[in-house]
């Protein structure tokens, strides 16, 4: 069975500072990648989504790369924001039709 | 377009009665799935429909839960015979297509179910 884990649970950071949260899964058989953010008390946003094909995927401030081999991902935000404060999740699927996610990283960017 | 909608957002039920949950997923998915968060937790995979083959079952916890989808139109989650431990939040996600798994998924708010 699949097992994602994500590094740290939990980050704090000043405004603007870079950071980079980590996702890591133990099957690397597989098709894509997605992150999401999550904001309390709602669904999942879907940021960016990394095909098996494709090392790295970019959208505005965020950056995510991919290496299957070693089972793992990065979730690069630069210059980041108080509005970047979220939960954020990455999932991989399964052999059937499921997806498995990670337990996430909690962000907080301080002002 | 309008994305995924779940309804109600929220429910509190007592121990015992059933209850039933709702998504409406984006239109022309064919692909959708609910998952379960409990508090502090990841997300569950319960159930997956892709148009109209047979849904994957495999993540449903117990025969109290069952779902249902008509066509590539909405669902309808249900629960029987709540338990405490089926307090969580249930998410319902959509996307173009399944099979492949290349697609993004879309989810919805989430109904969050408190069972006393």
């Known amino acids: 069975k699949q097992e994602v884990t994500q590094i740290p649970a939990a980050l704090s950071v000043p405004e603007g500072e870079n950071l980079v949260l980590n996702c890591s899964f133990t099957?690397?058989?597989?098709?894509?990648l997605q992150w999401f953010r999550q904001d309390p008390g709602k669904g999942l946003t879907s940021l960016l989504l990394i095909q098996s094909s494709q090392r790295e995927q970019t959208s505005g401030r965020l950056n995510a790369s991919l290496d299957k081999s070693s089972g793992r991902s990065t979730l690069y935000i630069a210059a980041s924001q108080p509005g970047d404060s979220a939960t954020y999740l990455c999932a991989v699927p399964g052999t059937g039709n499921q997806f498995y996610f990670g337990t996430g990283t909690s962000l907080t960017v301080i002002p | 377009g309008a994305g995924v909608s779940q309804s109600p957002s929220n429910k509190v039920t007592e121990k015992g009665k059933d209850v039933e949950l709702r998504c409406d997923p984006i239109s022309g998915h064919t692909a959708l799935y609910w998952y379960r968060q409990r508090l502090g937790q990841g997300l569950e995979f319960l159930i997956y429909f892709q148009g109209n083959s047979a849904p994957d079952k495999s993540g449903l916890p117990s025969d109290r839960f069952s779902a249902e989808r008509t066509g590539e139109s909405v669902s309808t989650l249900t629960i029987q015979r709540t338990q405490q431990e089926d307090s969580a939040v249930y998410l319902c996600?959509?996307?173009?297509?399944?099979?492949?798994?290349?697609?993004?998924?879309?989810f919805g708010p989430g109904t969050r179910l408190t069972v006393t």
């Open positions: 996600a959509s996307s173009l297509a399944g099979g492949s798994l290349t697609y993004e998924q879309y």
């Open positions: 099957d690397s058989a597989i098709y894509n």
